[in-house]
């Protein structure tokens, strides 16, 4: 699973939430969802506050359906589908799109191809022509093979360069071992250098299928006029012979036993990034919300929670650190992130894992715990306040399973946090003898 788009007043959150609560109306009985007869769920959530749809989209078609030695192929096969299609080579595409001041965009994730366009609403059936066309018939020219090749090399070059890039990129690797995860989307110098248009063509072809496709659309528009236009121009692609996996198919993951540390010298750099953390939980566990309380407390609310206010502020060990979690299909990563000057890293590692310890040990403030839940949910409204927003969030609901009502209980179920389960998740998911560790930095043998 990046667009943003300004509404005029009265706001879409204004007129998305209820007046006793501030209990949103968006929900089973105003979201529109069907499915059509070869397998795409369809979800529009009308918004006339504003005269600008958004469409956002996923295809089940990630890294994890790439070959071993191909690694980067979806994300890079992503964006070749704008490059060339069967009604819309490049510069008619370009010039389709830029002269009515709209977007369109295809990017490769780890378990989807995502997609999607931006524009007015008189504009959206064209869009909806050039997303179809461009994922149900891109032509993957040889020349824009080659130009989408060179321009990623460049990426990954400069990703090699640097220390935060590395560190995280190392930290998935040695979390994960060989599993899926542990690869990044992007690939890597050598494959992409490998990658030619068969491979292209035979991604696209094997995994580019309507089967658990899922399109939301948020703006002016009806929903049934929505539905009947997208079918217009997906109903007849055909769905594969054999459906695609359930996305939970994928290899189990396991964490490696007790503490790995490792460090990857970097010559000629000034400053060193340390990322340490645990694998955690999926994101349809039951204690998502406790751990996300708990993340919010660690490592992002006010000046970056309990890290930025400890190992930054106070100590001034760190440009920056905060925590994050990173759950998807498959069990993620809890990680806590430092820039440090690289005389400070051990004392900087020795200060985040005090905070990992300290949030599992003892209770949190009623302070903190107000304070962050108030956080949580007073930024949903915000986010309601977009289109792209309402898509955004309407996508991970369907994809995760999370349910039409997600948003309707979401308040509900973060206020019923407590600082005990903050405490126990802490405990359970941020072992400090059970981390992964990974330091980019200068090399400590330079002079």
Not at 244 to 263: D, E, F, L, S
Request: with cysteine; hydrophobic share 35%.
């Amino acid at each position: 699973m990046n667009r943003n788009c300004s509404l005029s007043l009265p706001s879409h959150a204004q007129l998305a939430l209820a007046a006793e609560g501030g209990r949103t109306t968006i929900g089973p009985e105003t979201i529109h969802r069907v499915q059509t007869a070869n397998g795409i769920t369809i979800l529009v959530r009308p918004n006339p506050s504003a005269p600008v749809v958004m469409l956002e989209g996923a295809l089940r078609a990630g890294s994890v359906d790439e070959p071993g030695n191909l690694t980067g192929l979806a994300s890079f096969t992503a964006s070749l589908v704008s490059r060339g299609s069967a009604s819309y080579d490049f510069d008619r595409f370009n010039e389709a799109v830029e002269s009515v001041g709209a977007s369109v965009s295809a990017g490769g994730g780890t378990h989807v191809t995502n997609f999607g366009s931006e524009s007015l609403v008189e504009d959206f059936p064209l869009m909806v022509e050039i997303l179809a066309d461009i994922l149900q018939r891109p032509t993957f020219p040889t020349e824009h093979i080659e130009r989408v090749r060179n321009q990623r090399l460049v990426r990954l070059q400069e990703r090699e360069q640097s220390t935060r890039s590395v560190s995280y990129r190392r930290f998935n690797e040695m979390i994960y071992g060989d599993h899926p995860y542990g690869l990044p989307t992007s690939g890597y110098i050598e494959t992409v250098q490998e990658i030619n248009r068969d491979q292209v063509a035979r991604f696209h072809q094997d995994h580019y299928r309507p089967n658990q496709a899922i399109v939301v659309v948020s703006g002016d528009v009806e929903p049934e006029a929505v539905v009947a236009l997208l079918e217009s121009h997906f109903g007849d692609w055909p769905a594969a012979v054999e459906p695609p996996p359930p996305a939970h198919t994928i290899p189990p993951v396991t964490g490696a036993n007790g503490v790995q540390r490792k460090t990857f010298p970097m010559p000629g750099k000034v400053q060193s990034d340390v990322v340490i953390g645990c694998l955690a939980i999926p994101r349809n566990h039951p204690d998502y919300h406790a751990v996300q309380v708990a993340n919010n407390i660690l490592g992002q609310f006010g000046m970056m929670g309990r890290l930025g206010e400890n190992v930054r502020e106070r100590q001034g060990l760190a440009y920056y650190s905060y925590s994050a979690l990173d759950a998807d299909i498959g069990i993620g990563p809890w990680v806590a992130f430092a820039g440090v000057n690289p005389q400070n890293v051990d004392q900087a590692i020795d200060s985040i894992l005090h905070e990992f310890e300290r949030l599992g040990q003892e209770p949190v403030s009623d302070d903190e715990l107000s304070d962050s839940i108030a956080n949580m949910t007073g930024t949903l409204p915000l986010r309601l306040e977009t289109n792209d927003g309402v898509a955004s969030i309407l996508l991970n609901m369907e994809w995760f399973g999370l349910g039409l009502d997600y948003l309707q209980t979401y308040q509900d179920r973060i206020r019923s946090i407590t600082k005990e389960d903050v405490q126990r998740v802490a405990a359970q998911y941020l072992r400090t003898d059970a981390y992964t560790l990974v330091t980019a930095g200068p090399d400590p043998n330079e002079n």
